[in-house]
């Protein structure tokens, strides 16, 4: 395995704004689909902070990322921050979600009225 989530990502799809690095290992979707399943939040956000930092760019694929923000938002279901950030990131990528992004967005605010504010989650 490889020693992050984020270095397995770069390894199998790339990074924008890194070289890849030369690996000898194994390198298929479903090895790291499944290290993604079972990582912790804060892995999963590193993931995307450091290959996705603009949240339009990056290679990782869009449904990496839409999995990535759900698998997140499991973890952390009242982080209006990380609803918001999701659904910003699924219109980006949509139409499809549109009506995801807009309950997200529904949720956000009902945890935290008046705000619409888009940062990063401190944790």
């Given at each position: 395995m490889h020693s992050t989530l984020t270095e397995h990502a770069r390894c199998l799809y790339g990074d924008e704004y890194r070289p890849t690095p030369e690996c000898g290992r194994e390198h298929r979707e479903y090895y790291f689909?499944?290290?993604l399943t079972f990582a912790d939040a804060d892995a999963i956000?590193?993931?995307?902070?450091?290959?996705c930092p603009q949240y339009v760019d990056g290679n990782l694929p869009v449904w990496i990322r839409?999995?990535?923000?759900r698998l997140v938002l499991l973890q952390r279901p009242n982080k209006p921050n990380l609803m918001r950030e999701a659904a910003m990131v699924l219109q980006i990528f949509g139409p499809d979600w549109d009506d995801v992004a807009a309950d997200l967005m529904k949720r956000a605010d009902a945890l935290e009225p008046g705000g619409?504010?888009?940062?990063?989650?401190?944790d």
């Open positions: 689909v499944e290290e956000l590193a993931m995307l902070r450091e290959l839409n999995l990535s923000y619409s504010r888009l940062e990063p989650e401190a």
